[in-house]
């Protein structure tokens, strides 16, 4: 697969907090590191995203009285899983993974830092309604195709990547660079990978990009 200047990397949320010996740590993050940065030099555009809560979000279990990590509340946007405090603003954990190397980034996009209202997609937060702004600057820039990496399909990749295609963006997401919550066979990740491609999102390996 050819790569030109119509496309991008968005590489999702590979902070402290989401590999290995972080507050919620996927099942490999910090496996995907290398992987990452290898890819991302075959790309002439290249965006970051980042999480980035505020101290008391309205994701964390410690917000709710008598509430445990990986139960739920609903909110007035919907259910709302609460995990444990992870990605605090300005916390080592809400840091971008040290081996993370990718000095040609154009943008850093930060989400999830509204305290009542949580955030998978950097496109918009789960409310449906408060956009980032990274559509926009995709489209201006001329971006035809989007690549997603990073952490984790089983959330903030799988809803970027569903909403790039909403947004009109031919969508792919590169397998190998991208970590997993939970990738036993039928869990969370599984169900992810079904959803993404039923959303008309293409599942490749870095070794098809050229």
Known sequence: MELS????????????????GGALPTADGHKVVPVINMVGQRFQNVVLTQDWHPEGHVSFASAHLGKQPLETVQMPY????????????????AEFHPDLDLPHAQ??????????????????????????????????????????????????????????????????IID?????????PGASAD??????????????TSSELA
């Not at 169900?191 to 999102?201: E, I, L, Q």
């Open 78 to 93: 919907g259910e709302q899983m609460l995990w444990p405090d992870h990605v605090v603003q300005n916390t080592w954990g």
């Open 191 to 204: 169900k992810a990978w079904r959803d993404v491609g039923a959303a008309g999102v293409t599942r490749i």
């Open 107 to 172: 943008l850093v996009i930060r989400k999830g830092y509204l305290k009542d209202v949580d955030s998978y997609s950097a496109f918009c937060m789960v409310d449906g309604k408060t956009k980032t702004g990274l559509a926009s600057y995709l489209k201006e820039r001329g971006i035809e195709r989007v690549f997603v990496a990073g952490c984790a399909i089983d959330y903030c990749v799988g809803g970027l990547a569903t909403d790039a295609v909403k947004e009109g963006f031919d969508t792919y």
């Open 176 to 184: 190998d660079a991208t970590a997993s919550i939970d990738p036993a």
């Open 5 to 20: 200047g119509t496309d991008v990397l968005v590489v999702v949320d590979m902070q402290n907090d989401f590999c290995e």
